[in-house]
Each structure stands twice: as C-alpha cells, then as structure tokens.
C-alpha cells in the first residue's frame, strides 16, 4: 500500500470506480504523487457493507478506491488521465469478466470542480473519438466510502505471484508502466 505523508495543505482524495479494485489500485499505487491508495466501497445503499453484500450487486455500492495524492506533484485531471486510460469506459457494469452494478465506471465527485473537471474530460475524450462507443462512466456524488476488508488491501503486491495478480492484473500493470515510458 502507498502511503507517503505530507502535510495536509498539499493532499486532496479522490474516489474512483473502473472495475475490480485489486487491479486499479495496483495502477495507481505507481502514479507519481500519490500518497496513499485504500480499495473500498462507495455509492451504495447501505452501511458498513461486506465484499459478499457488495459481490451480488444488490447494495448498489461500486468496487472503487479512495486515492490521496499530494496535488503539488498529481493533479486530478492526471488521475482521470489513467482512470480513463486503465479501463473500457464504454462497457456498462463490466470490465472484462467482472459483471454487475459493482464493477461499473464511476467517478465519485468530493464537490463541482471534481465534477466539472471529470465531465470535461469525458466530453474531450468523447469528441476526440479515441473510443468508438458512448462512455457511459456515471459522475456521482461523493457520500461515504467504507474501506474493504484488509484482505483486499494492497492485494496484487501481497499476492503478486497467484493466478489471478499473474494473468489479468500484472498485464494490465505492465500496460500502463510501458506508457510511462518515452
């Protein structure tokens, strides 16, 4: 798990959604500037939700991570550049095998420039027709997020050698730390 303190003047959070926590939050825990990266669950109806509650897409919560980043070194628009790079916004309540309301697309937003911010870059993304489908990420307001169980947190660096971190999050991680290359 990233977790880098700075006085709190620098830092701001951000809560995102693109699919299976295991996988995003191993994306970002690389992202420069980024403090501290918590799976977790947010958007839902009711408290303190289970992994198992979450899992049958009935409390309507979604897979996302709460992302602290020191905001002198990472701006927001910087964490949607890789939110939106690291997953298929186009596929509604999917990301590759992940099915269901938990899994969607989904940029929880702290107030209007969040909000703002993150529709702005939906709409560029959309008229430069990088994707050839709609997006359909979803721009929620931020209410509470409830962390996941400490099994999940800074999984694919504990269990970076099971099947699972092998073959779906490690060529996802590799993807992204290749573009970071010249």
Known sequence: MTNRNLPDNNTQTAY????????????????????????????GKIANP?????????????????????????????????????????????????????????????????????IAYKNQLERSG??????VTSFEPFTIFYKAENYHQDYYNLHSNEPYCRLVIRPKLEKYLKSLKP
């Open 130 to 135: 990088v994707f050839h489908d709609p997006i």
């Open 50 to 118: 289970t992994y198992a509650q979450v899992c049958t897409g009935e409390t309507g919560h979604a897979e996302c991570l709460r992302i602290t980043y020191n905001r002198s070194e990472c701006s927001f628009n910087h964490l949607l550049e890789v939110f939106w790079a690291t997953h298929d916004p186009t596929t509604l309540n999917r990301q590759g095998n992940d099915i269901g309301t938990q899994y969607r697309s989904v940029v929880f937003f702290s107030d209007d420039e969040q909000k703002e911010t993150a």
């Open 16 to 43: 995102l959604g693109n699919g299976c926590f295991w996988c995003t939050e191993a994306i970002f825990q690389q992202v420069s500037g980024v403090l501290e990266v918590i799976s977790g669950y947010a958007g």
